[in-house]
Each structure stands twice: as C-alpha cells, then as structure tokens.
C-alpha cells in the first residue's frame, strides 16, 4: 500500500518540493485543510466468503461491518462457494489455507491487493473492531474540530525509557511547531486560487493520541497503521504517525528516524500551502476509519475572520520556508507548471530505464564473455 518509513517520505517530500515551480502553487489553503475539505478515502473491501445463502443472523453480521459508528470507507463483496471460483477470487482463497467458513478477508482496493489486513472468521468479536475503536473515534473527533493533524504516539513495545523519550520529544516539538509555523492565508478574492469549502475556523492545532501496543480494542488500527509492516509490528520502538484530512497517515516515524528534524519536516509540509490538489500525488495512505466527513460543512462561521498566525518560528524549518509561495498564479500559469512537472517525471523515468538497459545490457556481455575465456 503507501506505507512511508521516513527515510524514504523525506525523500519524496523532499523531492515533491524541489519539482514544484516557484510560482505554481495550486492555492494557498493548508495541506491539512484542503484535505479535509476534498480528499475522499480510499475505500477497503471486506470480502465474505461462504457457501449458499446466508443466515440471517449472518447476513446482520456482514451489514454491520458497514454501519459501524458513521459512514465508513468499506464496502462488502459476497463469494458464494456453491459457484465456481475463478481469477482473483479463487487465488484469495487458496491463499487462506484451511479456512472455516463463512471466511471473511479484509484489504485495500489500491494496491497489492493480494495482501490482506485481516482474514478471520464472520463470527469472529474482533471484526467488531474492524472500522470503529476509542483512538479512532478520538482521531475522528479532533480532525472534524478543525485539528491540523493527530499525532498518534505507538508505545508499549517493553522499553518504557524508550517510549517516555518519544513521548517527551514529541510533545516539545509539537507545542515548538505550533507556536513556530505560520499558515498561509488564503486570499479572499475572486480569481485568486482554490477557497476554503468549510467554515470551521482555520488553526494550526496538533494534538496528540497515545496508543498502547497490548490494547485489544486498538489491535486492528494498530495493524491499519502500521499497515501490516512485520519489521514494524514486531518492532519494540517507539512509532509516531501524523493523521490529516479525512483519516490520511503521513508516514511512520520510528527508532532513530522519530526525530525532532522529521517531525518538523511533516509538520511544515502539513501546514503548507497546498501545492498539488491530486491526492495521489501527495505521501500517505489512508485508514478504515468510520467518520462523517461532511458533517464539516455543517460547522457554524466563526465570530470573527480568523486570520493566519503570525508568530516568529523559534528555529528554522528544515524545510526552507521559501517553498510556501505566497502568491496566486492564474489558471495558464498552473497548467504549464503542470506540464513541466509532467515532463520532468517522464525524462526522469526514461533515464532510469535506459540506466537499468544499459547496465543489464553490461552485465549479460560480462558473463558471456566469461563463458568464452573458460
């Protein structure tokens, strides 16, 4: 899926930043914001697999994986055993090995699809747990108050120094952050860019969630998290993961990469202006999260006009502030920055592969002529 360890997210922050043209930027609303207003979640599938029709107790069974707290980014997908399987269907169940039905297995409809969160039985009391839990509905809550992003804090891995070091950095670069990022502000006027849908009050808020590892009614979110990383769930570490928008993990930030220099660099790209609209484009991945997103635009207007903050940053963002562009380039101006960008990651590409023929091209010329000297 789009599971991020840091390393490899600073670098594509890094580089998402480098492409973007200086005076391309798509609007001038927050990363956080403009996701929370237009991004939709990914939708997972819960596929059931049983033989003949379902119960009716059954049937109740699987309808509840879709009416868990609000409306939830899942959908059901029923494989009768009576017929014959074919294609996709068959290869996920010969992958479940001595399954009891009815079976119930649950993954991403993006990519890997082969790799499933979750697989158990229809009856099973953790399939309960499977869209709505306590942290996520905490989660949920803040974002929909307007929060900037949900920093949830992993710990319970057995190293309890580890964990209260990772709890004390992040709680001191979190209220560094807020106090030191300033938001871009929109511009009211006709023609200047994308606008706030919302009228919730734009803030830079970054709240924090601790999660322990041994919590039985968090073990699902916990693997959605982590998105069934081995290296991560077996990891004894200390893991931070930034939540936005609509239920939109950032990355994974652990062990000697849960440092004050990336948490910074997630919280300035957060909370800038939001350079490219396509959310594919953007690192992350979303959860299964049960929420009613919509319920923003339901929100009363704020007494006053809030404006963006503006209060001197305590040390320098890693991220060089000269990304956030300020000003508003009109529709021409974004298209042909588009296209550049386009351009670039297409020569890009084509580089890479000549690179890769080129030294396969090498490699099969050294062993043949090898072959030839023996």
């Known amino acids: 899926m789009r599971h991020l360890k840091a390393p490899v997210f600073a670098f594509l922050l890094a580089g998402w930043f480098l492409a973007l043209p200086r005076g391309a930027a798509g609007c001038q609303v927050p990363v956080f914001r403009y996701a929370l207003e237009r991004w939709r979640p990914e939708i997972y599938e819960a596929i059931v697999f049983h033989r003949g029709p379902l119960g009716k107790a059954e049937r109740a069974a ?24 074919a294609g996709d269907a068959q290869k996920l169940w010969l992958a479940q090995g001595e399954a009891a039905l009815p079976w119930v297995v649950v993954r991403y409809t993006g990519e890997e699809k082969s790799s499933p969160l979750w697989a158990g039985r229809l009856d099973s009391p953790e399939l309960k747990l499977l869209a709505d839990s306590p942290a996520r509905r905490a989660v949920a809550a803040r974002l929909l108050a307007g929060d900037s992003a949900v920093w949830v804090l992993l ?33 009211p006027s006709p023609g200047a860019g994308e606008a706030m849908l919302s009228e919730l009050p734009l803030r830079l808020a970054f709240p924090m969630v601790r999660l322990t590892r041994s919590d039985p009614a968090e073990k699902l979110f916990i693997t959605l998290l982590l998105h069934g990383d081995k290296e991560l769930l077996q990891s004894k570490n200390p893991v931070v993961v930034p939540v936005f928008g609509r239920g939109r993990a950032l990355a994974c930030l652990e062990g000697k990469d849960l440092s004050a220099g990336r948490i910074e660099e997630a919280g300035v790209f957060l909370a800038g202006e939001c350079s ?40 320098p963002p890693v991220v060089a502030s000269a990304t956030f562009v300020a000003t508003a380039p009109s529709e021409d101006e974004r298209h042909r920055a588009l296209v550049r960008r386009q351009r670039i990651f297409i020569a890009a590409v084509g580089i890479m592969c000549c690179v890769v023929l080129v030294l396969g091209y090498l490699t099969l010329r050294s062993r043949a002529k090898a072959r030839r000297t023996r």
């Open 62 to 85: 699987v309808d509840s994986l879709t009416a868990a707290g609000g409306p939830v980014n899942l959908q059901t997908v029923d494989v009768d055993m009576a017929a014959t399987l």
């Open 155 to 187: 710990v319970g891995g057995g190293d309890a120094s580890a964990d209260a070091a990772a709890e004390g950095l992040l709680r001191k670069e979190l209220a560094r952050l807020e106090q030191g990022i300033q938001l871009p502000l929109p511009d």
């Open 276 to 315: 490219c609209q396509v959310k594919e484009l953007n690192p992350g991945f979303d959860l299964l999260m049960a929420a009613d997103w919509e319920t923003i635009n339901q929100a009363p207007a704020p007494a006053q006009p809030v404006a963006a903050r503006s209060l001197a940053v305590v040390e």
